[in-house]
């Protein structure tokens, strides 16, 4: 009886005959819900750092963005610029030397005609 009196006198946190202490399923379970708690704990702080490490790369580069855009809009702006003093002079040099190319026109297709009437007539 006395070694069911003893082994019935054992409570969960108290020392046992082998030296460790039994825990409880209660005891059990607040331990493990404490180690998650603290992995969370980890993994949010790991998370924290991350994330301040990204914004830091995303404002970074937000400014070479930026720079980027600004030259491509002065391309765009020069390209357009351009093309239209092209179209512009184009259009002023057709319209100066417009007749005078009719004229040169016509007077290629008279002595075409000439030198084929010439042929013609010698044969």
Excluded: C
């Excluded at 969370?40 to 930026?66: C, P, W, Y």
């Excluded at 319209?95 to 013609?120: H, M, N, P």
């Amino acid at each position: 009886m006395s070694d069911q009196s003893s082994a019935g006198s054992e409570k969960a946190g108290t020392p046992s005959r082998q030296g460790t202490p039994r825990l409880s399923s209660q005891d059990y379970d607040q331990m493990q819900v404490f180690s998650s708690l603290m992995e969370i704990q980890s993994d949010l702080g790991n998370l924290k750092e991350k994330t301040d490490r990204l914004i830091a790369d995303v404002n970074k580069l937000d400014g070479h963005v930026d720079t980027v855009r600004t030259k491509i809009g002065r391309a765009e702006g020069i390209f357009l610029a351009s093309a239209a003093i092209l179209a512009f002079f184009g259009g002023l040099l057709t319209w100066l030397f417009d007749d005078r190319v009719d004229a040169i026109r016509s007077q290629l297709f008279e002595i075409e005609k000439q030198t084929l009437t010439e042929q013609d007539n010698n044969l």
